[in-house]
């Protein structure tokens, strides 16, 4: 075995290992007869890069699949990428445009060769990234939303649904995208409070002197105004019927409508109505049949509609309005006002309403079974708290527009002859429609596609399914699906998890996955999200060659409460990082023993491992529950403290040889063995540094890695050894500060006395071992009188004397006894108080009240031995 490097170099072991591990195959998983445990990764944008909400999401999905890799399940983690419309279609178009060319001046397939480019050039590098952290894909499955066997089932799942009667085309109101050009859903739309301009208009009634007014943030849309609306019921303006008012600017006339959806109490009463950019507007134009004028182009601009500042941005005509309304003498008041405004997800653009013609997916005749399945728990959430988030959508859902006007995407399979639609998987399917109809003298020539793409989500909501070859064949489907778990934030509940779920259901007729675990967002520690304009998100791949991906991991891990907001700060990497070193150096330190093989393990040895068996015992156990509970970070700082605390600090240090002195075989074994279990229980959350210290503890034969080890199962906890060594601990520490509070040397051998008890614990040979080893006690005696050169302390109502020749200062001593006393005469008497409320005794579990019972008893004696120490020191 090669020599031990002094230092753990995360650097030179991460790739090693990674590369050994693809080579080996672990990452591949195949059907077979062993139980399936499958995971899809949430496609991130193929125009992406590894950010710290990814970092978060893919180190839980990883831990999962190790996890059930070690539990001897078919591990199967599918990667891939979303080609992602919106994002990369403004990004190929920004590319074009600093290479001097225009998108307008391309056609569609000159675009796509482009975006075809970029994508190949720019797309899977977080893919790539990912194998930095650690994550552990099966990279011959890598999928691709636009790749030909996920678009071959999109376009088949858009003509399934139109064949079903669930999809249809029709003119409504939609969220416009004026920088992107493109409808988007309402899931698309991130709403916020925004302070913009209130406009208080006068418009003229025709033919008098009076005059309505009506409050708007949208004055350059006043050109499109086709009536002004008030309540039926409001007296104010009963004398109006059949009047009409003159629009301002264009000195048009509409006409006065009354309408029960007008509020009388806010503002004047009074609601100009502008069919064409308005939802509720057009609705209220459809019921009284107005005229609808639309004066916004596609890019945002005014249109010759709007008759006047043709071709300006629609914030730069606001603004010129206002200054021609303030001349005309129609402002009556301009105040600053803060309201809700919705902005695309992608662009930030404000979003228009728009008059548009579109296709749409009932989403009422899918939401049924989604719903059901997650509120019976068939799919269960983590936290459950989303439960209600997610029942409140389904039981409100909207029709869902899935036609966006770009290129990049799936193009809608939907072929026009005049105004016949064909909807088919390709050209030739819709001209024997087609011919079907119209006669067989219809020719391709004849048909027109739709311009359209699919929205993105739209190839996403069929991830689980398309990731396993549905839509083409079925025997991974069957093996796979449903899949495990679903690793996702909270976020994309609505746009994603739902839909999956629906899809599920609509083609397979069974959930998509069986759990969903939400995870949080990461924030900073100010509680601040991260973003790029605060400045407060780390560079992912910087991180990792700071601290080592292990180090990362920890740190992403240690902060993330499951289903909780991360909380992130790289001091947390840190600690993850001097954890690696903590564990490096405890392998130095058992490789570094000399073996000697005559000698037999001390009493103490035995006692020693027994106790760290039973505590690992009760830490798998803890652990087991937490996994199921996607309690990651629980798991996490268990196995930390378990390491740190128990086995580096504590049971390394009872059985560790005299200085210069060799270890016996059977202790060595005994650790090394505890060793290699801690490096599997490790494994799936720090799973580089547990590899390299897996083939350091001793030869091993080819294949024997920790990636492909058997989980530790729990045994029986022996409860009451765990408890002895405890207070054994606790002893040791007390023996150390009384040490240091005397300014004693610290492996200056000391007598120990221990007043006579009835539970005296130190009268054992095995613990009176590693008592006089870790306490350097030179000898431990159980006696009625204590002897007076020294200092007593307390230890579990134990009263002990070290015995050292030493004045005693009998006023500070008291003092501390005094303190001491107070403080458990103040604990007894809070007991007291509980023991004393009925309701207390009568309804608390009785485990509960026993415990609070024998609390008294230990408090009481614990009193009692404090006032005789203070007796015999003041001689009262």
Same mark, same amino acid.
Request: glycine share 6%; aromatic share 10%; hydrophobic share 40%.
């Given at each position: 075995?090669?020599?031990?490097?002094?230092?753990?170099?995360?650097?030179?072991?991460?790739?090693?290992?990674?590369?050994?591990?693809?080579?080996?195959?672990?990452?591949?998983?195949?059907?077979?007869?062993?139980?399936?445990?499958?995971?899809?990764?949430?496609?991130?944008?193929?125009?992406?890069?590894?950010?710290?909400?990814?970092?978060?999401?893919?180190?839980?999905?990883?831990?999962?699949?190790?996890?059930?890799?070690?539990?001897?399940?078919?591990?199967?983690?599918?990667?891939?990428?979303?080609?992602?419309?919106?994002?990369?279609?403004?990004?190929?178009?920004?590319?074009?445009?600093?290479?001097?060319?225009?998108?307008?001046?391309?056609?569609?397939?000159?675009?796509?060769?482009?975006?075809?480019?970029?994508?190949?050039?720019?797309?899977?590098?977080?893919?790539?990234?990912?194998?930095?952290?650690?994550?552990?894909?099966?990279?011959?499955?890598?999928?691709?939303?636009?790749?030909?066997?996920?678009?071959?089932?999109?376009?088949?799942?858009?003509?399934?649904?139109?064949?079903?009667?669930?999809?249809?085309?029709?003119?409504?109101?939609?969220?416009?995208?004026?920088?992107?050009?493109?409808?988007?859903?309402?899931?698309?739309?991130?709403?916020?409070?925004?302070?913009?301009?209130?406009?208080?208009?006068?418009?003229?009634?025709?033919?008098?002197?009076?005059?309505?007014?009506?409050?708007?943030?949208?004055?350059?849309?006043?050109?499109?105004?086709?009536?002004?609306?008030?309540?039926?019921?409001?007296?104010?303006?009963?004398?109006?019927?059949?009047?009409?008012?003159?629009?301002?600017?264009?000195?048009?006339?509409?006409?006065?409508?009354?309408?029960?959806?007008?509020?009388?109490?806010?503002?004047?009463?009074?609601?100009?109505?502008?069919?064409?950019?308005?939802?509720?507007?057009?609705?209220?134009?459809?019921?009284?049949?107005?005229?609808?004028?639309?004066?916004?182009?596609?890019?945002?601009?005014?249109?010759?509609?709007?008759?006047?500042?043709?071709?300006?941005?629609?914030?730069?005509?606001?603004?010129?309005?206002?200054?021609?309304?303030?001349?005309?003498?129609?402002?009556?008041?301009?105040?600053?006002?803060?309201?809700?405004?919705?902005?695309?997800?992608?662009?930030?653009?404000?979003?228009?309403?728009?008059?548009?013609?579109?296709?749409?997916?009932?989403?009422?005749?899918? #939401?049924?079974?989604?719903? %059901? $399945?997650?509120?019976?728990? @068939? *799919?269960?959430?983590?936290?459950? +708290? &989303?439960?209600?988030?997610?029942?409140?959508?389904?039981?409100?859902?909207?029709?869902?527009?899935?036609?966006?006007?770009?290129?990049?995407?799936?193009?809608?399979?939907?072929?026009?002859?005049?105004?016949?639609?064909?909807?088919?998987?390709?050209?030739?399917? #819709?001209?024997?429609?087609? %011919? $079907?109809?119209?006669?067989? @003298? *219809?020719?391709?020539?004849?048909? +027109? &596609?739709?311009?359209?793409?699919?929205?993105?989500?739209?190839?996403?909501?069929?991830?689980?399914?398309?990731?396993?070859?549905?839509?083409?064949?079925?025997?991974?489907?069957?093996?796979?699906?449903?899949?495990?778990?679903?690793?996702?934030?909270?976020?994309?509940?609505?746009?994603?998890?739902?839909?999956?779920?629906?899809?599920?259901?609509?083609?397979?007729?069974?959930?998509?996955?069986?759990?969903?675990?939400?995870?949080?967002?990461?924030?900073?520690?100010?509680?601040?999200?991260?973003?790029?304009?605060?400045?407060?998100?780390?560079?992912?791949?910087?991180?990792?060659?700071?601290?080592?991906?292990?180090?990362?991991?920890?740190?992403?891990?240690?902060?993330?409460?499951?289903?909780?907001?991360?909380?992130?700060?790289?001091?947390?990497?840190?600690?993850?990082?001097?954890?690696?070193?903590?564990?490096?150096?405890?392998?130095?330190?058992?490789?570094?023993?000399?073996?000697?093989?005559?000698?037999?393990?001390?009493?103490?040895?035995?006692?020693?491992?027994?106790?760290?068996?039973?505590?690992?015992?009760?830490?798998?156990?803890?652990?087991?529950?937490?996994?199921?509970?996607?309690?990651?970070?629980?798991?996490?700082?268990?196995?930390?403290?378990?390491?740190?605390?128990?086995?580096?600090?504590?049971?390394?240090?009872?059985?560790?040889?005299?200085?210069?002195?060799?270890?016996?075989?059977?202790?060595?074994?005994?650790?090394?063995?505890?060793?290699?279990?801690?490096?599997?229980?490790?494994?799936?959350?720090?799973?580089?540094?547990?590899?390299?210290?897996?083939?350091?503890?001793?030869?091993?034969?080819?294949?024997?890695?920790?990636?492909?080890?058997?989980?530790?199962?729990?045994?029986?906890?022996?409860?009451?050894?765990?408890?002895?060594?405890?207070?054994?601990?606790?002893?040791?520490?007390?023996?150390?500060?009384?040490?240091?509070?005397?300014?004693?040397?610290?492996?200056?051998?000391?007598?120990?006395?221990?007043?006579?008890?009835?539970?005296?614990?130190?009268?054992?040979?095995?613990?009176?071992?590693?008592?006089?080893?870790?306490?350097?006690?030179?000898?431990?005696?159980?006696?009625?009188?204590?002897?007076?050169?020294?200092?007593?302390?307390?230890?579990?109502?134990?009263?002990?004397?070290?015995?050292?020749?030493?004045?005693?200062?009998?006023?500070?001593?008291?003092?501390?006894?005094?303190?001491?006393?107070?403080?458990?005469?103040?604990?007894?008497?809070?007991?007291?108080?509980?023991?004393?409320?009925?309701?207390?005794?009568?309804?608390?579990?009785?485990?509960?009240?026993?415990?609070?019972?024998?609390?008294?008893?230990?408090?009481?004696?614990?009193?009692?031995?404090?006032?005789?120490?203070?007796?015999?020191?003041?001689?009262?």
């Amino acid at each position: 075995m090669q020599e031990i490097a002094s230092r753990y170099n995360p650097a030179e072991v991460e790739d090693k290992w990674y590369q050994y591990w693809e080579s080996k195959g672990y990452f591949h998983s195949e059907p077979d007869d062993r139980e399936a445990y499958s995971i899809v990764i949430p496609p991130p944008n193929v125009t992406g890069v590894l950010h710290m909400g990814h970092m978060l999401n893919n180190t839980v999905q990883d831990i999962l699949i190790r996890k059930a890799r070690l539990d001897g399940k078919n591990a199967c983690w599918v990667p891939g990428t979303d080609h992602a419309s919106i994002a990369t279609e403004a990004k190929v178009v920004r590319s074009l445009r600093e290479q001097g060319i225009k998108k307008s001046d391309l056609t569609r397939d000159q675009f796509l060769e482009h975006a075809w480019a970029w994508t190949d050039k720019y797309g899977g590098i977080i893919l790539k990234q990912l194998r930095k952290l650690g994550a552990s894909c099966d990279w011959e499955r890598t999928a691709f939303t636009m790749d030909e066997e996920r678009s071959e089932a999109v376009i088949q799942a858009f003509v399934d649904l139109y064949n079903r009667g669930k999809l249809y085309r029709d003119y409504r109101m939609v969220n416009w995208d004026p920088e992107g050009k493109t409808v988007l859903s309402n899931e698309e739309v991130l709403y916020s409070d925004e302070t913009t301009k209130l406009c208080q208009v006068q418009y003229r009634v025709e033919g008098t002197d009076e005059y309505l007014v009506i409050a708007t943030t949208r004055p350059e849309t006043i050109m499109g105004d086709t009536a002004v609306a008030v309540h039926p019921d409001d007296e104010r303006y009963c004398h109006l019927k059949g009047k009409k008012v003159i629009v301002p600017i264009v000195n048009r006339a509409v006409p006065i409508i009354f309408d029960d959806y007008v509020d009388m109490e806010f503002g004047t009463g009074a609601l100009k109505i502008t069919p064409a950019h308005d939802p509720n507007d057009y609705e209220i134009g459809k019921r009284h049949d107005l005229e609808t004028i639309d004066v916004l182009n596609d890019d945002g601009t005014l249109n010759e509609l709007a008759t006047v500042y043709i071709g300006e941005d629609r914030v730069i005509a606001r603004k010129k309005i206002i200054k021609d309304l303030v001349e005309s003498g129609d402002i009556v008041k301009v105040e600053d006002y803060t309201h809700s405004v919705g902005r695309s997800e992608r662009t930030n653009a404000v979003v228009e309403p728009k008059l548009s013609l579109q296709w749409y997916v009932d989403m009422k005749s899918l #939401a049924e079974p989604a719903l %059901q $399945a997650v509120m019976t728990d @068939d *799919i269960q959430f983590f936290p459950e +708290r &989303q439960k209600n988030t997610y029942r409140h959508w389904m039981e409100n859902i909207r029709d869902w527009c899935i036609s966006r006007q770009l290129w990049w995407g799936h193009r809608i399979p939907a072929y026009f002859v005049g105004d016949e639609v064909f909807v088919a998987t390709t050209a030739e399917e #819709a001209l024997t429609l087609a %011919q $079907a109809k119209l006669g067989a @003298d *219809i020719t391709l020539d004849d048909l +027109r &596609q739709d311009e359209d793409v699919l929205d993105t989500w739209f190839s996403s909501w069929l991830w689980p399914i398309t990731c396993f070859h549905g839509f083409k064949s079925r025997e991974e489907l069957d093996y796979y699906y449903p899949t495990s778990i679903l690793v996702t934030g909270w976020d994309i509940i609505f746009l994603w998890v739902a839909r999956m779920i629906m899809a599920g259901y609509e083609w397979e007729q069974d959930m998509p996955f069986k759990e969903v675990y939400f995870t949080g967002m990461v924030r900073d520690k100010q509680r601040r999200k991260m973003s790029k304009s605060l400045g407060n998100s780390p560079d992912a791949l910087e991180l990792i060659k700071t601290f080592g991906a292990d180090g990362v991991r920890f740190g992403v891990l240690s902060s993330s409460p499951a289903g909780g907001d991360l909380l992130f700060d790289d001091k947390l990497c840190e600690q993850g990082r001097n954890f690696c070193n903590k564990m490096w150096n405890a392998l130095r330190l058992l490789k570094g023993w000399e073996v000697d093989a005559s000698i037999e393990a001390p009493e103490g040895n035995q006692l020693a491992i027994e106790w760290i068996n039973a505590k690992l015992n009760e830490v798998i156990t803890s652990i087991d529950e937490d996994y199921k509970n996607y309690k990651l970070s629980d798991v996490t700082m268990k196995l930390y403290s378990f390491v740190w605390n128990d086995f580096c600090s504590w049971y390394l240090e009872m059985i560790k040889p005299a200085y210069g002195a060799p270890i016996d075989q059977e202790t060595l074994d005994a650790t090394i063995a505890v060793y290699e279990q801690i490096c599997i229980l490790l494994h799936p959350l720090m799973p580089f540094v547990t590899e390299e210290i897996w083939h350091n503890l001793k030869e091993r034969a080819a294949g024997d890695d920790v990636m492909v080890a058997k989980h530790p199962a729990a045994s029986a906890i022996d409860s009451e050894l765990i408890d002895s060594i405890e207070v054994l601990k606790r002893l040791v520490s007390k023996i150390r500060d009384t040490r240091i509070s005397n300014q004693l040397k610290p492996k200056e051998e000391l007598n120990l006395y221990a007043e006579q008890s009835d539970s005296n614990f130190i009268t054992g040979d095995r613990i009176q071992y590693l008592l006089t080893k870790m306490a350097f006690i030179s000898d431990v005696s159980v006696t009625a009188e204590l002897p007076d050169n020294g200092t007593s302390f307390m230890s579990d109502n134990e009263k002990y004397f070290l015995q050292f020749d030493i004045e005693i200062d009998v006023e500070a001593e008291t003092e501390r006894l005094k303190s001491e006393l107070d403080y458990a005469l103040g604990f007894v008497k809070s007991v007291e108080k509980k023991l004393s409320n009925e309701r207390f005794v009568n309804n608390a579990p009785e485990a509960v009240v026993n415990n609070e019972r024998k609390k008294l008893t230990d408090g009481q004696e614990r009193v009692r031995i404090l006032e005789e120490s203070l007796a015999k020191l003041t001689g009262g």
